[in-house]
């Protein structure tokens, strides 16, 4: 096991790995922007390095510096959090070179996975059903050829893309020949890459994603779905597990599934699977991911496994102790994004307490949420033996959670919370559009 490691993020993620580090009696090394100087993470871990200015391509994205902070420190690992340099097969690479584990997945393994279109290919000898669509295009005529074969609408696609960036509806092909071009620039500019696919548009649909965690011994087991269908031009607001659109029948069949094809990959660590579940049932996949979600919470809730202390057991090469078949699903978690809706400074705050209630967060009174980074404050999460009861718990702590200083976007999940068509279950990715 690693008796040191190196925390390469930021916020509420390099928090909850201090923590998970700490527990396993781990040493933490925190990296720090100029902006982030007193942040909590900083305060937290047993040493800290500043590695460049406030924007991330000065510091958080700085692989140079981040290795040299690890070889100064003596850290034997480094975990990347999400985000930033989390799917950067580049960097994964960097760090075996200078004999640094990170902890993720094989660079060569994360390089074919994190290609959307290359991970389409090798879904193809698995029972798993890739939305169709093309391979990386090489130009705008190739697309309107493909566009005009899949039929329209479609969807446009960053192959290397992430976050819910680099993505497109395209209705037309006017929409194409206006769009295309944007989307090469926007890509190369957020991923250093500009490479795009299109696949068919499903819709309406609930997105639905599967938790996987495997170790180098070949063993691979699903902690089950979640729905994260509550979701603002394809960024997530609110997560669930188990869905309550998924029956166990649909469950417990895409569970050996996808467990049957990322053994067939070799994968080893944490990785999530996405899905369109459309009107029928079918469950169509889109892609995978290789890193900690930032929704890994709402399944920590569920099966009380600690996925941070097995990503980093697994990155050790320690075997998985359990089976599919001891991997609880009861009860019902729901997690909602406590997000700013403008910089500025939190002045107070006041956090929710009780049984079974929990918050992941990365600041305290006086932290100062910048304009350089995401605006996401913390995660909210609650659990219940019920559905029904986790709504109503999730209810009574967001109107209690309290933080002054900052506009939030609490009173809207809120509203989301107390929806009849979510409290019903019966919602997909629809849900949001006209709010």
Known sequence: MFSKILIANRGEIA????????????????????????????????????????????????????????????AQAIHPGYGFLSENPHFAQLCKKFGIVFIGPDPEVMERVSDKAEIKKMMENTNLHPIPGTDALASLEEALECAERIGYPVMLK????????????????????????????????????GSLYLEKYIYPARHIEMQIIGDEAGNVICLGERDCSIQRRHQKLIEESPSPGVNDIQRQALIRDVTDAVKKMGYSGVGTLEFLMDTQGNFWFMEMNVRLQVEHCVTEALTRIDMVKWQIRTAAGVTLPFKQEDINLNGSSIECRI?????GRLQACHIPGGPFLRFDGGVIPGTMVSPFYDSMIGKLIAYASTREEAVRKMRSALCEIIFNGVETNILEQLNIITDPRFASGDYDLTFMEGR
């Open 15 to 74: 928090v909850r790995i201090i923590r998970a580090c700490k527990e396993m009696g781990i040493s933490t090394v925190s990296v720090y922007s100029e902006a982030d100087r007193d942040a909590l993470h900083v305060q937290l871990a047993d040493e800290s390095y500043c590695i460049g200015k406030a924007a991330a391509s000065d510091s958080y994205l700085n692989e140079e510096r981040i290795i040299s902070a690890a070889q100064i420190s003596k």
């Open 158 to 193: 960053a192959c290397f893309g992430g976050g819910g960036r680099g993505i497109r509806l395209i209705e037309s092909e006017e929409d194409l020949k206006r769009e295309y071009p944007l989307a090469v620039s926007e890509s190369e500019a957020a991923f250093g890459d």
């Open 339 to 343: 997000n700013a809706l403008a910089p």
